[in-house]
């Protein structure tokens, strides 16, 4: 089964407007860490932000916030004001028990496009 | 460094013939994490270490795949007689606990 799964493969967007990009997660740890990256066409993996399983309140970052559900299992990642620079590969990831020196698995990513 | 350096930028083999690719963490970061991106979207985590020790090796296909993070030296992932399947863009990752950041990548392309 899949550990973490992007259900979509593209999105558009206009500029200016918000964007949800959807992550679900498969785990029995309890303690486990959740990651967005952004990978645009010249191919570097940017990190976005991120969420500890403990955490109570929704990480932000800027025009960055990930919407945690934890009793869904779910990750979204949700982008305000949407710029022409937002498009890119979005990749959610997770490390599982094992301390911050897991390795993370990836979802197959979210290919989004902002429009003008 | 405050950036994970990777080189070469791209490599060009011949199918049977050695790659190898390098990986310097930044300073301070006790953890290196080599990661397989193959058609732009599949990763596949490969090798971590923990300073010179292998921590996890859980993907690496230890046939043709070696990795060495010796001290004072560049971190390495070695592939012998490469396939055409190891065609990919190869990520090194560093970390000194928290987010993982990622160098620029190699891209592999076996011929």
């Known amino acids: 089964a899949q550990k973490i799964t992007q259900t979509q493969p593209g999105m558009f967007v206009q500029e200016k407007e918000a964007v949800t990009l959807d992550c679900t997660y498969d785990?029995?740890?309890?303690?486990?860490?959740l990651f967005w990256y952004k990978q645009p066409s010249s191919g570097e993996m940017i990190f976005l932000i991120y969420?500890?399983?403990?955490?109570?309140q929704n990480a932000t970052e800027g025009r960055y916030s990930l919407n945690f559900q934890k009793a869904r299992k779910s990750a979204n990642l949700v982008i305000s004001a949407s710029q022409l620079g937002d498009s890119a590969m979005y990749f959610c990831a997770m490390r599982e028990e094992g301390g911050s020196q897991g390795n993370l698995i990836f979802g197959k990513g979210t290919k989004l496009s902002v429009k003008p | 460094g405050e950036e994970v350096a990777q080189t070469p930028k791209h490599l060009v083999r011949g199918e049977g013939q050695k790659a190898k690719l390098y990986c310097a963490p930044i300073k301070g970061h006790s953890y290196v994490f080599w990661y397989q991106q193959v058609l732009k979207n599949e990763f596949k985590f490969l090798i971590s270490?923990?300073?010179?020790?292998?921590?996890?090796e859980t993907g690496m296909p230890k046939e043709r795949f070696s990795a060495k993070c010796l001290p004072n030296s560049p971190c390495s992932l070695e592939i012998q007689a490469t396939k055409l399947e190891d065609s990919a863009v190869y990520f090194c990752?560093?970390?000194?606990?928290?987010?993982?950041?990622f160098g620029p990548g190699t891209r592999l392309t076996v011929t």
């Open positions: 785990t029995s740890d309890q303690s486990y860490g």
């Open positions: 990752a560093s970390t000194a606990g928290g987010e993982q950041y």
């Open positions: 969420q500890g399983s403990y955490d109570e």
């Open positions: 270490f923990q300073n010179e020790n292998v921590f996890d």
